[in-house]
């Protein structure tokens, strides 16, 4: 009997072995999405980003269900419009409405529980990072520009269909969230917290 308990304990550590395996991926993954961005406002200023196309990079390892991470890179252009806001802006109402071009560069280390199920793996995403805003021009309209670094909050989930056995299609929706940055030095900055919702579409290779 003593031996027949060991038997079933020894399948059932193996099944469990096995399923741990089939949950495991590492990739590396190359996504292409659109940026949909919010506005702020505060302490005199009114600032609006504009919305663009841009490019990630992951690094994915997935071990287990409930245990995965990754590292990512993403990069597009990232205009800032600056206005006054007649109703606060007490000193700097003179200043003249500014677009300042640049790109963000955003870098974060993140989260992932993912559940395989076939072809199909449904995963959500909860991290941290900084995005670093260059602007491409150093003065607009007479104006300085400054390089900002913010950090930053990622939330988000999607869907992997490995439709080849080391490859497969990656659809999510990410959201960032940081401080607005100011990179135009005549406008105050607004201290109010934004967002950039991030629909993507990529490929990513099983290493």
């Known amino acids: 009997m003593?031996?027949?308990?060991?038997?079933?304990?020894?399948?059932?550590?193996?099944?469990?072995?096995?399923c741990?395996?089939?949950?495991?991926?590492?990739?590396?993954?190359?996504?292409?999405?659109?940026?949909?961005?919010?506005s702020s406002t505060g302490y005199g200023t009114n600032q609006s980003p504009s919305e663009d196309f841009g490019g990630m990079f992951e690094l994915r390892h997935i071990s287990k269900p409930l245990?995965?991470?990754?590292?990512?890179?993403?990069?597009?252009?990232?205009?800032?419009?600056?206005?006054?806001?007649?109703?606060?802006?007490?000193?700097?109402?003179?200043?003249?409405p500014t677009t300042s071009?640049?790109?963000?560069?955003?870098?974060?280390?993140?989260?992932?529980?993912s559940l395989k199920i076939g072809n199909l793996r449904p995963f959500a995403v909860g991290g941290i990072g900084f995005s670093m805003f260059v602007p491409r021009n150093t003065t607009v309209n007479f104006n300085t520009?400054?390089?900002v670094v913010r950090a930053t909050f990622v939330a988000g989930g999607g869907l992997d269909w490995g439709f080849l056995?080391?490859?497969g299609l990656r659809l999510q929706l990410r959201d960032n969230i940081y401080k607005a940055p100011n990179l135009s030095i005549?406008?105050?900055?607004?201290?109010?917290?934004?967002?950039?919702?991030?629909p993507m579409i990529g490929i990513y290779f099983r290493l």
Not at 101 to 113: G, M
Request: glycine share 4%; hydrophobic share 40%.
């Open 20 to 38: 741990a395996a089939a949950q495991a991926q590492t990739d590396i993954a190359a996504s292409f999405y659109r940026t949909f961005t919010g």
């Open 145 to 147: 520009t400054v390089d």
């Open 67 to 96: 245990i995965g991470y990754e590292i990512t890179y993403a990069v597009n252009p990232s205009d800032q419009a600056y206005s006054t806001n007649k109703a606060t802006c007490y000193l700097n109402c003179s200043n003249p």
């Open 2 to 18: 003593r031996m027949k308990c060991m038997q079933i304990a020894f399948v059932l550590i193996a099944m469990t072995g096995l």
């Open 186 to 198: 005549p406008f105050n900055a607004t201290g109010a917290y934004t967002h950039a919702v991030e």
């Open 101 to 113: 071009t640049s790109f963000e560069h955003q870098v974060s280390i993140d989260w992932v529980p």
């Open 165 to 167: 056995p080391r490859a």
